[in-house]
């Protein structure tokens, strides 16, 4: 239930940004869903601890945070079905997510061996959010090269067999778009379960060359989107960008890897 509950959250997350960055009412509607089955699994583990404990279960660290965890999805989910905040949810929902990863993963009163097997399977999902959105800037980074090459084959007007081949200028522009809008906020959320894993197991990230530039690499993808929605850069300035941000990313995962004490103790 905690593996699904994380993942399931992180999937509303990840729709409440895209909706965030660029409006959709059907994206809106499946984060809003899953939000609340995010609130029926809490609600479920919350009563099952009101009847097995004597006390109503808010006087620990770990009940005091879940209590705050499911109050903080409670009110999102009230909030985006009666008053349409969407900004609002999206935000508080960042605060959710991370209290109930703390939560979860971190439980004082847990047994060692639920306490192991909690703490590598947050592991696994910060690593799986993090490859998630590697994939996702692969794939957005493809079609900027792909828009390069079509771009300046239709300056050297050149029709050839692989010009035909390719989509338009405008569809490369937008799904390279899209699927960073997605790549973002995984690898964000990949970062942030990764500092509460290092927490958790007491080992210190902040200045770790690894956690260092993958918050680099947000920073870069995030201007990307900046510029996109803000300034409304389309075209050639916009691959090339996206194409170097990219770059980043690859050193990141070849070199700082190397470098990264944390990593080395992680392998």
Same mark, same amino acid.
């Given at each position: 239930?905690?593996?699904?509950?994380?993942?399931?959250?992180?999937?509303?997350?990840?729709?409440?940004?895209? +909706?965030?960055?660029?409006?959709?009412?059907?994206?809106?509607?499946?984060?809003?869903?899953?939000?609340?089955?995010?609130?029926?699994?809490?609600?479920?583990?919350?009563?099952?601890?009101?009847?097995?404990?004597?006390?109503?279960?808010?006087?620990?660290?770990?009940?005091?945070?879940?209590?705050?965890?499911?109050?903080?999805?409670?009110?999102?989910?009230?909030?985006?079905?009666?008053?349409?905040?969407?900004?609002?949810?999206?935000?508080?929902?960042?605060?959710?997510?991370?209290?109930?990863?703390?939560?979860?993963?971190?439980?004082?009163?847990?047994?060692?061996?639920?306490?192991?097997?909690?703490?590598?399977?947050?592991?696994?999902?910060?690593?799986?959010?993090?490859?998630?959105?590697?994939?996702?800037?692969?794939?957005?980074?493809?079609?900027?090269?792909?828009?390069?090459?079509?771009?300046?084959?239709?300056?050297?007007?050149?029709?050839?067999?692989?010009?035909?081949?390719?989509?338009?200028?405008?569809?490369?522009?937008?799904?390279?778009?899209?699927?960073?809008?997605?790549?973002?906020?995984?690898?964000?959320?990949?970062?942030?379960?990764?500092?509460?894993?290092?927490?958790?197991?007491?080992?210190?990230?902040?200045? +770790?060359?690894?956690?260092?530039?993958?918050?680099?690499?947000?920073?870069?993808?995030?201007?990307?989107?900046?510029?996109?929605?803000?300034? +409304?850069?389309?075209?050639?300035?916009?691959?090339?960008?996206?194409?170097?941000?990219?770059?980043?990313?690859?050193?990141?995962?070849?070199?700082?890897?190397?470098?990264?004490?944390?990593?080395?103790?992680?392998?």
């Amino acid at each position: 239930m905690y593996d699904l509950t994380i993942y399931i959250y992180a999937l509303s997350v990840l729709m409440y940004f895209s +909706d965030f960055i660029q409006s959709n009412r059907k994206v809106n509607q499946t984060a809003f869903w899953l939000l609340a089955i995010v609130w029926v699994l809490q609600s479920i583990f919350f009563v099952s601890q009101i009847f097995t404990k004597e006390y109503f279960p808010i006087l620990t660290l770990f009940e005091t945070l879940f209590f705050y965890s499911w109050i903080m999805v409670s009110l999102s989910l009230t909030i985006n079905y009666f008053f349409k905040m969407d900004f609002l949810v999206f935000f508080t929902n960042i605060i959710g997510f991370v209290v109930m990863a703390v939560t979860l993963f971190a439980n004082p009163a847990a047994t060692p061996a639920l306490s192991e097997q909690l703490i590598s399977e947050l592991l696994f999902i910060h690593i799986s959010l993090a490859f998630f959105s590697y994939a996702a800037f692969s794939i957005s980074f493809i079609l900027s090269v792909m828009y390069l090459v079509q771009n300046k084959m239709l300056k050297q007007k050149k029709w050839t067999p692989l010009f035909r081949r390719l989509p338009s200028l405008g569809q490369l522009d937008l799904y390279a778009y899209r699927l960073t809008m997605v790549g973002v906020p995984a690898l964000l959320l990949a970062v942030i379960l990764g500092v509460i894993w290092a927490h958790v197991v007491g080992q210190s990230v902040w200045f +770790d060359p690894k956690v260092m530039m993958s918050l680099l690499v947000v920073g870069i993808y995030s201007l990307y989107l900046y510029r996109r929605i803000t300034f +409304d850069w389309q075209g050639k300035k916009l691959a090339q960008l996206n194409v170097a941000a990219f770059a980043l990313t690859l050193l990141n995962y070849l070199i700082s890897g190397s470098l990264s004490s944390f990593h080395q103790w992680l392998r």
